[in-house]
């Protein structure tokens, strides 16, 4: 863990039809909010860091599902909506509210960790190279291909840490991650706590 901080904005998700009201830390990168349909609640569960996985529910400890994921991100304060999981109704919207908190930001994966990444388009940072998007790995890292010869298809992949680049990172700089290409993940495997790695 680091020195470096970044805002979290306060939210939180009401029902227009039963009341049912949840507030929750948002735009952190590292919260996510789930709807449990078996304990009827919209809960922020720990995720788990550097795997597209989804986590238990905090409440109920039951597997949530990429169905259960609530895309606040996404969301349009005060328009976009969702089904309640307490009256059923699709009347739960987001509303972003004022409060500014800090909170610590940074852990990284080890060197010699596997890791999952989306591969998508030309990185900004690095013209050339493929964007990798770790979930979990703060806003002042990325990571890089330690290969870019015969770089991986669009999607999802696995990733072995390669190394690390040492030293603090300071503002407007970023801290390099270099990975080495495993394999695709599958599907079936990606949104599964149980799957192998």
């Known amino acids: 863990m680091r020195d470096n901080k970044f805002p979290l ?17 948002h735009g952190g990168g590292g919260t996510a909010v789930y709807s449990c349909d078996k304990c009827r609640e919209i809960c922020t569960p720990q995720i788990v860091p550097f795997y597209f996985r989804n986590p238990a529910c905090p409440g109920c400890g039951g597997q949530l599902g990429k169905e259960d994921r609530v ?24 509303m972003s509210h004022c409060d500014i908190s800090f909170i610590q930001e940074g852990i990284l994966p080890a060197v010699g ?17 493929p964007y990798l998007f770790v979930p979990g790995l703060a806003s002042g890292e990325i990571a890089r291909l330690a290969d870019i010869s015969n770089p991986p298809a669009s ?16 503002p ?21 706590n149980d799957a192998p790695l």
């Open 155 to 170: 999607g999802y992949h696995r990733f072995r840490v390669v190394s690390i680049q040492q030293g603090d990172v300071k």
């Open 71 to 94: 895309l606040t991100g996404h969301m349009r304060p005060s328009i976009d909506t969702i089904r309640c999981p307490r009256c059923k109704s699709d009347r739960m919207d987001l």
């Open 113 to 129: 960790q596997t890791i999952h990444a989306s591969v998508t388009q030309e990185s900004p940072i690095y013209p050339g190279e």
């Open 9 to 25: 904005f306060e939210a939180s998700l009401t029902c227009r039809g039963c009341g049912y009201e949840v507030y929750f830390d």
């Open 172 to 192: 407007g700089k970023l801290r390099r991650i270099t990975v080495e290409h495993i394999g695709p993940i599958a599907d079936d495997e990606m949104w599964n």
